[in-house]
């Protein structure tokens, strides 16, 4: 409902006070640091990235061993247990871990080397069973790999590329070598690719056979073993169980570890935050005996904040507001209802300088047209209650991921609402259910009216909500130039463009075309005809006048560029038809959910056929909530951001991200003071 204002706190206090006052900062998690230090003021900063990159890499340390105690003895964690958020520890558990830091950031760095002598067991083992791999074809071998002959003889032991028989062997020798006579060949074995044998030859004749099945694509194996294949295979089996065994024994130590698990958490936040800290104590001014910091605070908390300060820590403190050139975060506050809007708003942007905060009054919007998007009352129901579900079970997950669970319970309402009014409950589930199973067709009458039997006036309250929409952005707008003092620009931008458009949609209402389309009848009197037409042309002449008044004595150009602005009443056209949109989704969440009624019941009224029924009716309506959720997501956004903040809002604004102790794993218990 409201930007919270901010103020700038300037501090300045003894040195060795920084560490202290930085904790206590950290606690309070209400001031952001903007120190802006100037060269000529005498101050200087230290140079703390080698602290700040210890802490970090031992924070880094740390999770890495989380991360494979998980990979070794995974905890058991339900599907929705990424919504539980962080766990509340009690301080003095925390402080425990700040005592023992050391003794905890050994065991991470054991349980990191523990892994690492897995992986290098394991790629031994590997080794070892590629070289058993590559020693098959060799198995009939009855001499090592690397036998190279007797004195007399010499054997020749390799491969030839491609599949070849003893004939086409001894032929490739003669060819090549047709003085050798004294040669034997054996084949070992041999596969698509290659041929695996081994010649023996007379020694004086070796380099002549050799060059002769070169010829033929010869090459002696890479690594020529010493040792017979299949005894060497016995050995590297041998050595590969032993290193699959030292791996499986280093396994089972790191597992006898996951009780340091929680240790382990609280150490890597206690670097964690001792990073940040060590990031702002860089950035300090400091003398040899002072320190200074600034920063913002909300206003709210200011008066507290300086008292803690001063009181104990002995700082001089001061505040000052903010300067009209300074660009100061923003900090939204609003209720429960509102609050829940709040993520929609920071994907556009929040509020500039100067700006309202639109949270509330997009919220109720984006709620009412959400709803009238998704409009089936069992569908809302079931969003309710699960998002109901969610944030009774989960209290403390994310503050964000609350937010949106929130909105879409809201939206569940909303949608529930829409859906009594139209009469849809899975559809016309009722009716289908009712007319297959039981004989006799019962339906549920809406209490408004039915958009499938009556779609054009649904597209009449379509605009006429999205009209209402636009609007509001425009009255917003008025308000904002009010606030400010300007009173012309509130009459010009604002009053002119409100008469024009009331004045053309009441001369619309009574026409045929009108009445066509909405299969509604307006008779105004004429009086009223005559005030709806004078609107328009005192909108339109004050449009065409006073666009460009700041262009002064310069009537041509004003002219023109209230002409201009004119032509903008064919945006407003196509933004009002944007609104069509809450048709289009309204009824395509009915029809499919009616064609998947209509599939379920084709099966008859028997046991089968009831069975197949609930089949087609769970899968078909659980594809359309979702596909429909997601429309209904993604077009109400797009009303928000494009033709509702079009009119109004900028965005912009900066985040307030206060100075405060950032955890991953959990949350510290602090008495807070502010």
Same mark, same amino acid.
């Given at each position: ?25 950290? +606690?309070?998690?209400?001031? +952001? ?19 700040? *990159? ?7 340390? *740390? ?32 402080? =425990?871990? *700040?005592? =023992? ?18 992986? +290098? ?27 190279? %002959? ?62 002769? /099945? ?10 020529? $073993? ?11 089996? !041998? ?57 913002? $605070? ?18 001089? $403190? ?41 949270? @509330? ?50 939206? %569940? ?29 019962? !339906?549920?009458?809406? /209490? ?45 931008? $604002? ?38 037409? %004078? @609107? ?65 019941? @084709? ?8 069975? /197949? ?10 594809? =359309? ?50």
């Amino acid at each position: 409902m409201a930007v919270l204002q901010m103020q700038r706190i300037n501090l300045c206090a003894l040195k060795k006070n920084r560490k202290a006052i930085l904790e206590r900062l950290q +606690e309070l998690g209400a001031m +952001e640091i903007d120190i802006r230090l100037e060269d000529d003021s005498g101050y200087t900063t230290m140079d703390v990235s080698n602290s700040k *990159a210890t802490f970090e890499k031992k924070a880094q340390t *740390a999770d890495r061993a989380l991360e494979i105690l998980q990979k070794y003895a995974p905890e058991k964690a339900g599907m929705l247990a990424s919504l539980a958020g962080k766990p509340l520890i009690d301080k003095s558990l925390f402080d =425990n871990a *700040a005592q =023992n830091q050391e003794s905890y950031i050994d065991t991470a760095e054991r349980i990191v080397t523990l892994d690492k002598q897995v992986a +290098e067991e394991k790629a031994r083992a590997q080794k070892y069973r590629d070289q058993m791999e590559a020693l098959v074809p060799w198995m009939g071998l009855t001499v090592p790999v690397s036998y190279s %002959g007797t004195r007399r003889t010499a054997v020749l032991i390799g491969t030839i590329a491609g599949a070849m028989n003893l004939e086409s062997i001894y032929e490739l020798i003669g060819k090549f070598a047709p003085d050798v006579e004294a040669v034997d060949v054996e084949i070992i074995s041999a596969d698509k690719d290659f041929t695996y044998l081994a010649v023996v030859c007379l020694a004086e004749e070796v380099q002549a056979v050799e060059d002769a /099945l070169r010829a033929g694509g010869f090459a002696k194996p890479a690594q020529a $073993v010493d040792k017979i294949p299949a005894r060497y295979r016995e050995e590297l089996q !041998s050595e590969m169980e032993a290193s699959l065994e030292k791996a499986r024994q280093l396994q089972e130590e790191i597992i006898g570890l996951a009780g340091e698990r929680q240790n382990l958490r609280f150490v890597s936040d206690y670097y964690r935050i001792r990073a940040e800290k060590y990031e702002v104590l860089g950035r300090l001014p400091q003398t040899a005996n002072t320190f200074a910091m600034s920063g913002y $605070v909300p206003a709210k908390d200011a008066d507290q904040i300086v008292r803690q300060l001063s009181e104990d820590f002995d700082a001089a $403190v001061e505040l000052e507001q903010i300067h009209e050139d300074e660009e100061a975060p923003v900090l939204l506050k609003n209720n429960h209802f509102a609050e829940s809007g709040e993520g929609v708003l920071a994907s556009f942007g929040l509020p500039g300088k100067g700006e309202v905060d639109p949270t @509330m009054i997009m919220t109720v919007f984006y709620v009412f047209l959400f709803g009238l998007m998704l409009s089936d009352a069992a569908y809302g129901l079931i969003v309710a209650v699960a998002c109901g579900v969610l944030l009774m079970k989960f209290p403390r997950m994310s503050l964000n991921m609350k937010k949106s669970i929130r909105l879409f319970f809201w939206c %569940g309402l909303s949608t529930l609402f829409w859906g009594v009014m139209f009469g849809g409950y899975f559809g016309d589930a009722v009716n289908v259910i009712s007319r297959t199973f039981f004989g006799k067709e019962v !339906s549920i009458p809406p /209490l408004w009216f039915a958009p499938l039997d009556e779609p054009m006036r649904m597209l009449v309250w379509s605009l006429f909500f999205g009209l209402i929409h636009l609007y509001t952005g425009l009255f917003v707008k008025a308000y904002m130039y009010i606030r400010d003092g300007k009173i012309l620009d509130a009459v010009c931008d $604002v009053g002119f463009w409100l008469l024009l458009l009331t004045g053309l949609v009441l001369i619309l209402m009574p026409t045929e075309i009108f009445a066509s389309i909405s299969q509604m009848t307006f008779v105004f009197p004429e009086p009223l005809n005559m005030l709806a037409k %004078g @609107m328009a042309i005192v909108g339109a002449v004050g449009i065409l006048l006073m666009s460009g008044r700041d262009k002064k004595n310069k009537w041509g150009l004003r002219i023109a560029l209230g002409a201009y602005d004119l032509y903008g009443i064919t945006s407003w056209l196509s933004d009002i038809l944007s609104y069509s949109r809450l048709l289009a989704l309204g009824l395509a969440t009915g029809v499919i959910a009616s064609v998947f009624n209509q599939m379920g019941s @084709m099966f008859g009224s028997g046991i089968i056929g009831a069975i /197949l029924f609930a089949v087609v009716f769970v899968i078909g309506h659980v594809f =359309n909530i979702a596909i429909n959720l997601l429309g209904a997501y993604v077009h109400t956004c797009r009303l928000q951001y494009v033709e509702f903040f079009g009119k109004f809002y900028e965005g912009g604004g900066r985040e307030f991200n206060p100075f405060r102790s950032n955890t991953k794993y959990v949350d510290i218990k602090e008495e807070t003071r502010v």
